[in-house]
């Protein structure tokens, strides 16, 4: 008698278990760094302009989101926050929705360096 060749029960079957188990959300945003200045793309489609609240305290963005769909008698939120590693020139950031897509520009002040403690590698 031989061997099945897919050991797996029929109820683990298209469960793609270890790629779940290990998942770690999706990724409805892009930032990186360009010309001395953040950018931060965040996918949030179905808000409006209005709704969208960005705010920024001590190196930290915040952005909040809701919207009401009194048709379907639902509610959505977003609420995410951001952590920076440099100094942000707080007086210049822009942010812009189009197309549902949040934009914000955060510029880093010239010649800042990261401050905190470097910690030794032992070999």
């Known amino acids: 008698m031989a061997l099945p060749e897919n050991l797996t ?11 779940r188990l290990f998942e770690t959300g999706s990724t409805d945003y ?10 931060l793309s965040v996918e949030m489609p179905g808000f409006d302009p209005e709704s ?14 809701e919207h009401e ?5 639902r509610r959505r939120t977003y609420h995410r926050r951001f952590r920076f590693p440099k100094s942000i020139n707080d007086e210049e950031i822009a942010a812009e929705y189009n197309n549902g897509i949040l934009e914000v520009r955060l510029p880093i002040v010239a010649d800042a360096t990261v401050t905190g403690t470097e910690i030794e590698v032992q070999g």
């Open 30 to 39: 892009e930032l990186f760094e360009e010309d001395g200045e953040f950018v």
């Open 69 to 73: 769909d009194t048709q379907r008698g």
């Open 52 to 65: 969208i609240s960005v705010s920024w305290d001590e190196g930290v963005l915040n952005i909040a989101a």
């Open 9 to 19: 029960s029929s109820w683990t079957q298209g469960l793609d278990l270890p790629s």
